[in-house]
């Protein structure tokens, strides 16, 4: 059975304190690693897909590694419009569905 | 464009009632989703259409009914719902196919309230 779990639960950063979150993940033949950021009452919103490990994504002041068993979303000095739940999901090659993680929840003050 | 559109954003309904929600993209996308997310939780996957068929129904009860008219619509109906069933409720979209990829593209949901 695909598990996903994420880490810390809750982090509070200052504004331009660089940091990281983990996503360790078991899956039977990964077809995708998936990263989201979700604000309160509102849909994820899609950030970046992994396929394979030593895969590498930018976009911003974010960007996502992977391993063969987990995968870090680096926030670099962020800023306050950066808090947000960030989940993490994979797919395996044998369904079509996401199994998420429990989500981290991102605070940064300004 | 990746937008994947939800109505209505609010919902009131009695134990009694019968609504729908509905869900559209405009994307060529040929999966779409179901979810029901609870407060600080991770989405919860109700059910997965895939080229208009259902594929995957995860043990939802029956008061819960998915339609899929055709490869851009998503329709929820709703009936006889409990209190337990408030929730935000999510659609989302996936291109699929060969050489297609697998992220999901999710609407801003319905606030569900059953009263």
């Known amino acids: 059975e695909d598990q996903v779990t994420q880490s810390p639960e809750a982090l509070r950063l200052q504004e331009g304190e660089s940091s990281s979150l983990n996503c360790s993940y078991t899956?039977?033949?990964?077809?995708?690693l998936f990263w989201y950021r979700q604000d309160p009452g509102k849909g994820p919103e899609f950030l970046f897909t992994?396929?394979?490990a030593g895969e590498e994504k930018e976009k911003e002041r974010l960007k996502a590694t992977l391993t063969k068993k987990e995968s870090f979303l680096h926030i670099t000095a962020p800023k306050p419009e950066d808090s947000a739940t960030y989940l993490c999901?994979?797919?395996?090659?044998?369904?079509?569905?996401?199994?998420f993680g429990p989500g981290t929840r991102l605070s940064v003050l300004p | 464009d990746t937008e994947v559109t939800q109505t209505p954003k609010h919902l009131v309904m009695g134990m009694t009632n019968k609504k729908s929600l509905k869900c559209e993209q405009h994307?060529?996308?040929?999966?779409m989703y179901w979810y029901k997310q609870k407060a600080k939780k991770p989405p919860e996957l109700m059910f997965v259409?895939?080229?208009?068929?259902?594929?995957i129904n995860e043990s939802v009860p029956s008061r819960f009914s998915p339609e899929c008219p055709n490869s851009s619509l998503l329709n929820l109906h709703l009936h006889a719902l409990q209190p337990e069933d408030s929730a935000l409720y999510l659609c989302?979209?996936?291109?699929?196919?060969?050489?297609?990829?697998?992220?999901?593209?999710f609407g801003p949901g319905t606030r569900l309230t059953v009263t």
């Open positions: 994307m060529g996308h040929r999966a």
């Open positions: 899956v039977s033949g990964l077809r995708g």
């Open positions: 259409y895939s080229y208009e068929k259902l594929s």
């Open positions: 992994l396929y394979s």
């Open positions: 989302a979209s996936s291109q699929e196919g060969s050489g297609g990829s697998y992220e999901q593209y």
């Open positions: 999901a994979v797919r395996d090659n044998y369904g079509q569905n996401f199994v």
